[in-house]
């Protein structure tokens, strides 16, 4: 059960039910009894700090443009860079949109848009192929590369660097990059990165590294922005992040990319204009307040993923046919359901409670079946989700 000696925040206790407002999550599953756990919206109230500047900003009244963030809001994302980072980003190299996802297709137009070839390292959230095979003319080109899994190895997941070199071509220009890595829950090291911006320098390639989740840190581990590295790979990198994952704040839309090099943000920017927009007013609001008054939040947060990390664990224990990937960062649990032998593993646990996102999704290795379970939910719903689980596995086991 949940780690009862944690002293949570009621907020982190206490269920909201989201079925009363309009939500992309819970109403996949309207008027059914299954537990939502998969897409990557936690279940959880935002900070205090954004929920009173929204209501602050709300009631001037008055909702006219804002083409641009307010320099408060600069000035506190590039204090946050620096005090977690170490790393000195200017006010010039930030690109504003109202979404990762929007920013990963902007990113993919402006580099392979006209020809050339991306590749990534799978599994991966979806947008990281999905995005560029938007903008080619034979997606089956895309190159994705499986990272090398060993389930037996404390530490399953590693890059196959034989692998991605073979793989590489003349024409490709675009690497994307999932660092903290989801689904896989890798918080890269050092080493690690460091290897991966030789490759891409040795290839020319543009590094778009998706970091939304690199505030979700579990264990102690650290992150590192890969454009941080050297001068040389920041000029050939776009790095995107957000406040919305880490404050639970999709739905209102900021997201911004780090650019250093003039002339790749000049084509981020021609690829964008007139479709992507900057941002909104309620996101600017919310993401000031998010990095700048919301770090006991945060802090509280990472608790209560770690304690649910522990109860699926432990609840896990008894079934050696499931096989819990460990978790170094995000609040998305990755399973190993392979030995189960299951025809539709969505369907399956669907039909016992539970709504999770099906592992096909994000392009696992060949002849290996995931789920991914979100863990930005009440300890007491996560309980009943591992209830919902082990009756599942008991079925077939």
Request: charged share 20%; aromatic share 10%; net charge negative.
């Amino acid at each position: 059960m949940a780690d009862t000696n944690r002293d949570f925040a009621e907020s982190f206790l206490d269920v909201t039910d989201r079925n009363q407002v309009t939500n992309t999550k819970w109403e996949k599953y309207a008027g059914q009894d299954i537990l939502p756990m998969w897409v990557a919206d936690m279940d959880f109230p935002s900070p205090t700090p954004i929920i009173t500047a929204i209501k602050a900003r709300a009631e001037h009244g008055i909702f006219g443009y804002q083409d641009e963030p307010q320099p408060a809001l600069v000035d506190a994302v590039l204090q946050y860079i620096y005090k977690h980072y170490d790393w000195k980003v200017e006010p010039e190299w930030l690109v504003w949109s109202q979404g990762m996802v929007p920013m990963l297709n902007a990113t993919s137009r402006a580099i392979i848009g006209d020809g050339g070839k991306s590749m990534t390292l799978t599994p991966v959230y979806y947008h990281l192929f999905k995005g560029p095979d938007n903008w080619v003319q034979a997606p089956e080109d895309s190159i994705r590369v499986s990272l090398r899994y060993t389930p037996e190895k404390t530490e399953p997941w590693d890059i196959n660097w034989d692998a991605l070199e073979a793989a590489v071509t003349a024409d490709t220009k675009l690497f994307m990059l999932c660092n903290p890595h989801n689904p896989v829950g890798i918080a890269y090291n050092k080493e690690t990165l460091t290897k991966l911006t030789e490759f891409c320098l040795r290839h020319n390639l543009i590094l778009c590294s998706d970091e939304i989740h690199c505030q979700l840190l579990l264990n102690n581990q650290q992150h590192i922005p890969i454009a941080s590295l050297s001068k040389e790979i920041a000029n050939q990198s776009i790095t995107l992040m957000a406040p919305s994952k880490t404050y639970n704040i999709p739905g209102l839309g900021c997201t911004f990319a780090i650019i250093p090099n003039p002339e790749l943000r000049a084509k981020i920017e021609a690829a964008r204009a007139g479709i992507l927009p900057v941002g909104n007013i309620m996101g600017f609001i919310a993401a000031e307040a998010a990095y700048r008054d919301c770090d006991k939040w945060l802090e509280d947060l990472i608790g209560v993923i770690n304690s649910n990390y522990q109860t699926l664990h432990r609840t896990l224990q008894p079934y050696n046919k499931v096989k819990l990937n460990p978790l170094s960062a995000t609040y998305l649990a990755w399973l190993d359901v392979t030995d189960l032998h299951l025809n539709n593993t969505a369907d399956f646990f669907e039909s016992f409670g539970l709504g999770l996102s099906p592992g096909d999704d994000f392009l696992p290795p060949e002849g290996y079946d995931f789920v991914r379970i979100n863990l930005g939910c009440q300890p007491s719903q996560l309980e009943e989700a591992c209830r919902r689980f082990t009756k599942a596995l008991d079925s077939v086991l």
